[in-house]
């Protein structure tokens, strides 16, 4: 074999690896996030479980999602069928690379607000109880906020086979969880609903893996059409309200 020959299959190694190469690990400081995906946005879905093979409505989802030059803002409102108390979460995180700013969690039985920096600042409250917890940690690395990565998951560069790790920070005190890994496992080109979708399964560390998240996501509006989340044996599903 000649140099020249040789040569020639580096740099067409090199080029190919280029090409075809995706981020293992997914964060702020190093991703592939096209902000661009990024807009302002207004959805419901119905929230179902399954019982005896009938769909039973468990609660409506209102999702804000507002841009702006530097951050981006997104609340989500979760309203339960004979509930009177709804679950307010919302994350702020900067532009274009989503470092986390704050995350607030308002519902029924605890409150929790983080800030997010050098330090990770807030409290949780158990309101059965009123007992509050300071929070003031260290988490050393780069991650997301936990309550962002379902949205993040529509802004990457999607493709068949397409499969990547996220670092998020969540915060349990009984679980005693902080920086962990959400995991897309695998990603193709589907039908949802009679549209052309990408096909996204997740799993995270949160649950330990337990629990498999599939996300429908509009292969060319990139929106949110559906999910379907297993829970061993118990399922249930998301999908756009018709209200």
């Known amino acids: 074999m000649t140099t020249q020959y040789l040569v020639f299959i580096i740099l067409f190694a090199l080029q190919y690896t280029g090409l075809n190469a995706q981020t293992d690990l997914q964060t702020p400081l190093r991703n592939e996030i096209n902000s661009k995906l990024i807009n302002n946005e207004q ?6 479980t399954m019982r005896e093979d009938k769909k039973i409505m468990i609660a409506k989802i209102f999702t804000e999602i507002k841009k702006s030059k ?10 339960m069928v004979n509930s009177t108390s709804d679950w307010i979460d919302s994350t702020r995180a900067k532009l274009p690379n989503l470092l986390p700013i704050a995350h ?6 605890r409150d929790m607000v983080l800030q997010f ?6 409290y949780y409250l158990r309101k059965p109880t009123n007992e509050k917890t300071e929070i003031n940690e260290m988490a050393e690395g780069s991650y997301f906020d936990s309550n962002i990565y379902p949205q993040l998951i529509r802004w990457l560069p999607l493709k068949e086979n397409y499969k990547t790790s996220i670092s998020i ?3 349990n005190p009984q679980a005693g969880k902080g920086i962990m890994k959400a ?9 949802y609903k009679d549209k052309d979708v990408w096909t996204v399964e997740v799993t995270d560390d949160i ?3 337990q ?3 599939i996300f429908y996501i509009d292969s060319k509006t990139r929106k949110l059409l559906g999910q379907e989340i297993n829970m061993g044996a118990r399922k249930m599903f998301m999908e756009l309200s018709a209200d």
Not at 104 to 109: K, L, M, P
């Open 43 to 48: 959805y419901t879905m119905d929230w179902y």
């Open 70 to 79: 530097s951050e981006v803002l997104i609340t989500t409102k979760v309203k």
């Open 104 to 109: 607030s969690s308002f519902n029924g039985q």
């Open 117 to 122: 920096g050098k330090t990770i600042t807030g």
């Open 169 to 171: 920070f969540d915060y």
């Open 183 to 191: 995991h897309i496992k695998n990603t193709r080109k589907d039908i």
């Open 207 to 209: 649950t330990d893996n």
């Open 211 to 213: 629990s498999t998240v």
